[in-house]
């Protein structure tokens, strides 16, 4: 669907269909046997976590077109009732689902970056030793450093302002951290 096309609650449903299919088809493609290569892992669950807090964005979005639909008086209930009981009982469950789901993200994105330094070894190849291994990361790490001085000649402390004694206060002596604003309210 184009950007600039009209949206219908059809075709809203029919991509949530979509997705449902998907999920499907990618279960079934990853059972054994599946994948082959562990940057194929790697990037399955990078996306993974992407569409996880893409699904608690749209559980937001949802919660916020019940609350704009109810407080306009657009809503009712199918048996009489008073719509808002079971308008509130969603806003909660989605809020929960917009919380898992950044969980659920968050998880995806942890086990993506686990995964970042593995790779795929030929089984007739030996594989590097620990200190083979630890000699190429130290190896990689003064390259980097190597790049940093060279674009920062001057020591850090040379660059950086001498403390405010007024700001170098203990940590008992500030104040404590505000807790963040609620996502939602009604």
Do not use: C
């Amino acid at each position: 669907m184009d950007d600039h096309e009209t949206r219908t609650d059809e075709d809203i449903a029919r991509l949530a269909g979509e997705l449902h299919e998907r999920v499907r088809a990618l279960n079934h493609l990853t059972q054994d046997p599946g994948l082959s290569e562990p940057a194929a892992a790697y990037t399955v669950l990078g996306n993974l976590a992407q569409t996880s807090f893409r699904l608690g964005r749209t559980a937001e979005q949802i919660d916020m077109f019940l609350t704009r639909e109810l407080d306009a008086g657009r809503l009712g209930h199918s048996h009489g009732d008073d719509p808002v009981p079971a308008v509130a009982a969603a806003h909660d469950a989605l809020g929960r689902v917009a919380e898992q789901a950044a969980d659920l993200g968050e998880s995806f994105r942890r086990a993506a970056g686990a995964l970042a330094p593995i790779q795929a070894w030929d089984a007739g190849k030996e594989p590097p030793s620990e200190q083979q291994a630890a000699t190429k990361l130290a190896e990689g790490e003064n390259a980097q450093k190597g790049q940093a001085s060279e674009d920062f000649p001057k020591a850090i402390g040379d660059v950086l302002p001498s403390p405010d004694p007024a700001t170098d206060a203990t940590p008992e002596l500030r104040s404590p951290p505000h807790p963040p604003h609620p996502r939602r309210g009604r």
